[in-house]
């Protein structure tokens, strides 16, 4: 089955500075990758997606790169803030057609906590 | 609803007990689906629904686990005999299809004592 790896799962960094979190999963097939980020003792909420038939998706400072190739994702944060403090998920779908009752199924990595210093 | 919506949100029970945690997706949507996260890491997948129809119930851990969802909407996962290792968080979640954005509830913490 799909195994998804992110890495690290701790960073800080200092405000202002950017940060990467990285993932590979090992199902080819895969085709829908999101990133979920979770405050303290909150839902994890969807902060970008991409879908494979695009490599790079952006949205305002978040970013998300795709290698299919190689089977690895990217998380890029620019400009971070103190707020954008949590821990961020990522996430590798098994495609409809390989599920039982043909949904997608996400698959989710371990997590890494960003902390972003002031 | 607004949101998907979990209940109850903390449950404390002892070891041997049954529990039901019970969950309202946002309405309209079609697939329900069922996580359990363990502190410090991603959600793990359980079952899901596509309406009223279980689809896959291939993460549920072993046979005291069940889940339903009658009416298409209102789901129920149960937790039979309860053992210590079943404390988690269990988060359901909804999509508008089959390949929808899933929007995650709060969560039930379960503890086992």
């Known amino acids: 089955g799909e195994n998804v790896e992110q890495h690290p799962s701790t960073l800080s960094v200092q405000e202002g500075d950017s940060a990467v979190i990285k993932c590979t999963y090992s199902d080819s097939a895969s085709n829908y990758f999101p990133w979920y980020k979770q405050e303290l003792g909150k839902r994890p909420q969807l902060i970008i997606d991409i879908r494979s038939n695009v490599g790079e998706k952006k949205d305002q400072r978040i970013a998300v790169t795709l290698n299919k190739t190689a089977k690895h994702f990217s998380l890029h944060i620019t400009e971070t803030q103190p707020e954008d403090s949590a821990v961020y998920f990522c996430?590798?779908?098994?495609?409809?057609?390989?599920?039982?009752?043909?949904?997608?199924?996400?698959?989710f990595g371990k997590g890494t906590k960003l902390t972003v210093n002031p | 609803g607004a949101g998907v919506s979990q209940s109850p949100r903390y449950k404390v029970t002892k070891r041997g007990q049954d529990v039901a945690l019970r969950c309202d997706p946002i309405?309209?949507?079609?697939?329900l689906y069922w996580y359990r996260q363990a502190l410090g890491q991603g959600p793990e997948f359980l079952t899901y629904?596509?309406?009223?129809?279980?689809?896959?119930k291939s993460g549920l851990p072993n046979d005291r686990f069940s889940a339903e969802r009658p009416e298409g909407s209102i789901s129920t996962l149960t937790i039979q005999r309860t053992e210590q290792r079943d404390s988690a968080m269990y988060r359901c979640?909804?999509?508008?299809?089959?390949?929808?954005?899933?929007?995650f509830g709060a969560g039930s913490r379960l503890t086992v004592l």
């Open positions: 996430a590798a779908s098994i495609p409809r057609w390989k599920t039982q009752g043909g949904s997608e199924k996400l698959v």
């Open positions: 629904f596509n309406y009223e129809a279980q689809q896959d």
């Open positions: 309405s309209g949507h079609v697939s």
């Open positions: 979640a909804s999509s508008p299809g089959i390949s929808g954005v899933l929007t």
